[in-house]
């Protein structure tokens, strides 16, 4: 797949990939650093980092898509949907962890491709989130 993304141009290749939508916001572009973080994770944290930016994982966001539950509402903020998009980026009832740990109020899909690995799980297990 990494050869894909440096044949083709980014914006063409991520087009042609039909679906995945979180992943491609969160995965912007192959990143070596980010890489090597994951690498260095425990097979637990991997598979919770994994869930987060596929957004395959225990929220009701993606509950809801697979039957599992009838409402995909947020229980901290009751706002939005339950997704790791919203649950990383803009629930109002995270401020505070968010900025403790990421350093950031909220974020934006493009400052996401850029947390820190380490960073982005302790701001996970602080907020009790996917069974961390």
């Avoid at 869930?51 to 966001?61: E, I």
């Avoid at 109020?105 to 996970?124: G, W």
Wanted: aromatic share 6%.
């Amino acid at each position: 797949m990494i050869r894909n993304w440096k044949s083709q141009k980014l914006q063409e290749y991520r087009q042609s990939i039909h679906g995945q939508r979180q992943g491609k916001d969160f995965l912007k572009r192959p990143s070596v650093k980010r890489a090597g973080e994951l690498l260095n994770l425990s097979r637990n944290q991997l598979r919770i980092m994994s869930a987060l930016l596929t957004g395959h994982c225990h929220l009701k966001g993606h509950l809801l898509k697979i039957g599992m539950v009838d409402s995909p509402g947020c229980d901290r903020c009751h706002q939005a949907l339950e997704t790791a998009s919203h649950i990383l980026c803009d629930c109002e009832a995270l401020v505070v962890l968010r900025f403790m740990h990421l350093t950031y109020h909220f974020l934006q899909q493009d400052d996401s491709a850029n947390m820190s690995v380490s960073k982005t799980l302790h701001f996970v297990q602080s907020a009790e989130l996917l069974n961390a």
